[in-house]
């Protein structure tokens, strides 16, 4: 399964992709994190226990300021309650977690200030018009009343609700709603946005266009610490990663460096239509190989792996090597060491 | 266009500080928008009308005094009593219904996590739910004053009374406001929170009549030679803790000292001995414990929705 372009895989019909040719735009430039030590969210042997069930345990996170960090894994790992605590709706069971260096437990109000929450499920209030949901929310965050219309209307016009301003909220669609709760989350200008799987249930448009926003935002420099389960979401749009599973935390760190302390070794899948033990035999000259297997057949073609450390010139040498002596090779390609190698590597499939 | 700041720097309104409220001001404009509340309102006014038209009609023909001519006063205060009677059931039952859904609501419909990590005060909160289910409250007590105000034309009611019928409706209406934020606010769920507030009230009203039935009962029954002052101050004190504490009783209570004694802040009991005392009339310690207690409740409120979830 490839994980490169996920609203294909989830296009129940052709149709939506050809109403929307945003589908294949380039993926914009992600944001960069000046420094990983400026931790804007940390928590500290973090625990969380209902009754006998260990939602959370000893769970070090650290998102560093500015980053776009996705929280990963299955459901029911503890991604939920970490939020919460995060979010001062739930007291942890044991260790700290701080935001903007306060305390989520004794300084929950300059936590909400620092914060904007989405929850996984929310729901919106009937009898209300757009603006004047967010007119609520802006009041709740003490913004004063002569400055909220124009922060409506700047909110509206970000989130591309502007043209739904008077209409009443229940009748919008699920990504629109999806968009004015991320708009309410930003009615206090804060510096950190948790966002509980802001992209599930959405349509493939909906979710890229969550997506762009999410972008937009951390460019704007808001720190975005999000959870998810799909994983080309976090693949597409992460400067950081924390995988986690049967609430600890199994891997977390710059998506780079994941990458590559995960998946040392690249990979090539070569095909080939003959001659195998020549091919090997050629292949065992190049330098950086650190081996080679047999994979099944396909088509009747003959298919290796081969692990390899080193630069591209090690596979420019490979392939020379193998076309000079005249071995018939059909494709020679560069297996990506993708977030789902990586996240099953990290993974023991303990929850899922 | 004009924006809603522009409206709100020319507005006049003097309820506008209580709508800095961004809950009270969110209910409000939820509550009276669509056909509901003036649907409600009209419902409240047809059923308080229709009842005072039919005892308007039974009165005239029960009270023809010996002259055969219709006794004003008695019909007066007849009507008058019973509008406040229907207006104490009306409110008794509309109150918590309005209240019982303000927090349990806002888990019911996945509000509530939106609204707690925002920096809303909790007192806020719950401030702003009681003040505007209350408000559509004495809007509909307030609608009915005319109703009440027939019995003028009849004599036999003063103005005072219509005050203090007022007040203790006032009274009532934010003690059973407070109940059903309260269980609201405790239980998550409105169904539950409505039935807990309902048997409350009834709780409350078959307690403190039986009880005050039981002490005059006692009262009537005892004798002048046998029983001590001191006896008779402990059965005094304890039917007057029963009478002030319904709604029904008070004002009772209060209009018959008032139309007895004419006199509407005191009234004189006077032992079986033959001495006599002054006491504060009911309708003064049912507002001052209700509203008292109500005020207990409201921070009993706001302090359970500050403890963060364990």
């Known amino acids: 399964m490839s994980i490169d372009n996920p609203e294909t895989m989830e296009t129940p019909t052709g149709e939506a992709l050809a109403e929307a040719p945003i589908l294949t735009e380039v993926l914009p430039e992600l944001p960069t994190v000046m420094d990983e030590q400026d931790l804007i969210i940390e928590t500290r042997n973090l625990s969380k226990r209902y009754g006998r069930l260990q939602a959370i345990s000893n769970l070090n996170l650290q998102v560093p300021r500015g980053a776009i960090y996705g929280f990963v894994g299955p459901n029911g790992a503890g991604k939920t309650s970490t939020m919460r605590i995060l979010t001062t709706l739930m007291k942890p069971s044991g260790g700290e977690a701080y935001i903007n260096g306060y305390s989520v437990v004794t300084a929950p109000r300059e936590v909400r200030r620092s914060i904007g929450y989405m929850p996984d499920f929310f729901g919106v209030y009937e009898d209300m018009k757009v603006w004047e949901y967010l007119d609520f929310f802006a009041a709740c965050y003490e913004i004063p009343e002569a ?111 994941m990458r590559q302390q995960l998946m040392p070794h690249r990979v090539l899948v070569i095909t080939l239509l003959g001659r195998l033990d020549e091919a090997k035999e050629a292949l065992l000259h190049v330098e950086g190989i650190l081996g080679i297997v047999d994979l099944p057949p396909e088509d009747g073609k003959i298919r290796i792996k081969v692990e390899f450390t080193g630069e591209d010139l090690r596979m420019s040498e490979m392939l020379q090597a193998l076309t000079s002596k005249g071995i018939p090779v059909v494709n020679f390609a560069e297996e990506s060491s993708d977030l789902e190698a990586v996240f099953m590597k990290a993974t023991k499939g303990i929850v899922s | 266009m004009e924006t809603p700041a522009t409206r709100t720097r020319i507005s006049l309104n003097p309820l506008r500080p209580l709508l800095r409220n961004p809950v009270a001001l969110k209910e409000l404009r939820g509550r009276m928008r669509g056909p509901r509340a003036f649907v409600v309102l009209t419902c409240y006014l047809i059923v308080v009308g229709g009842f005072t038209t039919l005892l308007y009609i039974a009165g005239t023909a029960a009270t023809y005094n010996t002259t055969g001519e219709v006794d004003g006063g008695t019909l007066g205060r007849v009507l008058f009593g019973s509008v406040v009677a229907i207006e104490l059931f009306l409110v008794t039952f509309i109150t918590p219904a309005f209240t019982a859904g303000s927090i349990s609501g806002e888990h019911e419909s996945q509000t509530y996590d939106l609204l707690r990590t925002t920096l809303l005060p909790e007192r806020q909160l719950v401030f702003g739910k009681l003040f505007s289910a209350l ?55 409105t169904l539950r929170a409505n039935i807990m507030t309902y048997v409350t009230i009834l709780a409350v009203i078959l307690v403190t009549t039986a009880g005050a039935v039981i002490a005059l009962a006692i009262v009537e029954g005892l004798d002048p030679s046998t029983s001590s002052s001191g ?59 209700y509203l008292l207690l109500s005020v207990v409740v409201f921070f009993a409120t706001t302090r359970h929705l500050k403890r963060i979830e364990g």
């Open chain 2, 231 to 289: 006896s008779e101050w402990v059965l005094l004190v304890a039917r007057g803790i029963f009478v002030c504490l319904n709604p029904l009783t008070t004002l009772l209570s209060t209009q018959q000292y008032l139309v007895n004694q004419q006199t509407l802040f005191t009234f004189k009991y006077t032992f079986t001995d033959g001495t006599t005392t002054t006491l504060p009339s009911p309708w003064i310690a049912f507002t001052i414990f």
């Open chain 1, 147 to 257: 400055q909220r219309p124009g922060l409506i209307n700047d909110l509206l016009e970000l989130v591309d609700l502007a043209h739904r301003r008077d209409d009443m909220v229940d009748k919008l669609s699920r990504g629109m709603k999806q968009r004015l709760c991320l708009a309410r989350t930003l009615a206090h200008d804060p510096q950190v946005l948790i966002l509980d799987e802001p992209a599930s249930g959405l349509d493939p448009r909906a979710r890229i266009e969550i997506r762009e926003l999410l972008i937009e935002l951390a460019k704007m420099g808001k720190t975005i610490f999000f959870s998810s389960h799909i994983l080309a979401d976090v693949n597409e749009i992460c400067t950081h990663i924390g995988i986690i599973e049967a609430g600890q935390m199994v891997a977390q760190g710059p998506i780079k460096a």
């Open chain 2, 135 to 189: 408000a559509y409250v004495f809007l509909l007590l307030l609608a009915a004053i005319p109703l009440q105000s027939i019995a003028f034309l009849f004599g036999g009611v003063d103005v005072e009374e219509i005050v203090i019928s007022l007040l203790v409706l006032l009274a009532t209406a934010i003690f059973l406001g407070n109940i059903g934020v309260y269980y609201s606010a405790m239980t998550h769920r």
